[in-house]
């Protein structure tokens, strides 16, 4: 039978292998023990800080809660908020997070508080489902901000720490700069190049002026990064005269160059990270089928759309526009083109859900992780 008892300064040095152990659990670097040492030492020493719970199986520390006191006008006065909540993976499923909640929160209950409250990544919903089930709601509208003002040491954040986060995205913008100018030099057809390369004269200036309110994960950057480049290849040679194409048709004795597929086949890997990311972050919409679903559904409007610019474009400059559509002859190459963006989205979302999760943690809007227990 577990048991659970309010934590101590003589406490501190048990609970430290739970504070490493939930740090190598999420995947956060930078365990300093002397440093995690004074902290918890502190904060159990000031009660007016907040307060700490340990859970024993059989004399042995497995799990550990910490909380910190907030004053709140909104809330009518003292509130808490859990800090951290953990427990061994070998003991979980017993009921011991729960336990050490009930006791947290009879503490809280006693010291005045009006409410108690916690932080939780988008993605675990393992956690969503375990505090569900302990009466917590979600705050429905909220979203947590947060800026560094000082380390753990003490000692000021440094004031590179932005310069550094916007460093790859500046290389990349500028890497895109220089094949946009190599592509505009003496192109197959100017027209057609204005066409090809217009999502990228577009979308840049747009991730630039966003850039300061709503930064994009690093793997959208990057994947961004690399349909920029197929755009502006394809605009610079046509879709059907690509050099590379060319020795793929020779290599596996195609029929046709078949770099438009690769494109529109990227026109739904990429843009469904950039649809799942934006209705993540800005809609109420969770992992699961519905964001799956509506996800693809973006990206095939969004191709359908295309095809709909290129019948356009066909409508305003007859055969001057053959280069722009690149069909090659083929009755059914609109056809493909969704087909593609379908079977990309679906692909994108299937090999790059988990990644693009933990690309989005680093972006300094999204909330940290807590386990349940």
Not at 105 to 113: L, R
Request: charged content about 20%; some cysteine; proline content about 5%.
């Amino acid at each position: 039978m577990p048991q659970i008892r309010q934590a101590t300064v003589e406490d501190v040095p048990s609970l430290l292998p739970l504070v490493e152990g939930y740090w190598a659990w999420e995947g956060i670097a930078g365990f300093d023990s002397p440093r995690a040492s004074a902290q918890l030492a502190r904060l159990l020493a000031e009660p007016r800080l907040g307060r700490g719970w340990t859970a024993f199986v059989d004399g042995m520390p497995v799990g550990y809660l910490l909380a910190v006191y907030v004053f709140s006008l909104e809330h009518s006065g003292l509130t808490a908020e859990i800090d951290e909540l953990f427990v061994l993976p070998q003991h979980r499923g017993r009921g011991i997070g729960a336990q050490l909640l009930r006791m947290a929160e009879s503490t809280f209950a006693s010291a005045g508080c009006t409410r108690v409250s916690l932080q939780l990544s988008r993605d675990n919903d393992a956690a969503r489902v375990f505090y569900r089930r302990q009466g917590y709601t979600e705050r429905t509208g909220c979203e947590l901000l947060d800026k560094r003002l000082r380390d753990g040491g003490g000692s000021a954040a440094p004031a590179t720490r932005r310069t550094s986060t916007l460093r790859e995205p500046v290389a990349l913008l500028a890497a895109t700069g220089l094949a946009l100018v190599w592509s505009g030099l003496k192109p197959f057809d100017r027209a057609t190049w204005w066409l090809e390369v217009a999502p990228v004269l577009i979308g840049a200036p747009v991730l630039v002026a966003t850039i300061s309110f709503f930064r994009l994960s690093p793997l959208l950057y990057r994947l961004l990064f690399l349909h920029a480049i197929l755009l502006v290849v394809g605009g610079h040679y046509t879709y059907a005269r690509v050099p590379i194409g060319f020795w793929a048709q020779d290599l596996l004795d195609l029929s046709r160059n078949h770099y438009d597929r690769v494109g529109h086949l990227a026109q739904g890997f990429v843009p469904a990270i950039l649809a799942r990311e934006i209705l993540l972050r800005r809609s109420p919409l969770r992992r699961g089928a519905w964001l799956c679903f509506l996800t693809v559904c973006v990206c095939l409007g969004f191709s359908a759309f295309y095809e709909l610019i290129e019948w356009w474009a066909a409508l305003l400059w007859g055969k001057a526009a053959d280069a722009f559509l690149g069909t090659q002859g083929d009755v059914w190459d609109t056809q493909w083109d969704l087909f593609l963006a379908l079977l990309g989205s679906v692909a994108s979302l299937g090999l790059l859900g988990r990644a693009h999760d933990r690309s989005m943690e680093s972006v300094s809007t999204s909330p940290r992780r807590e386990m349940r227990g």
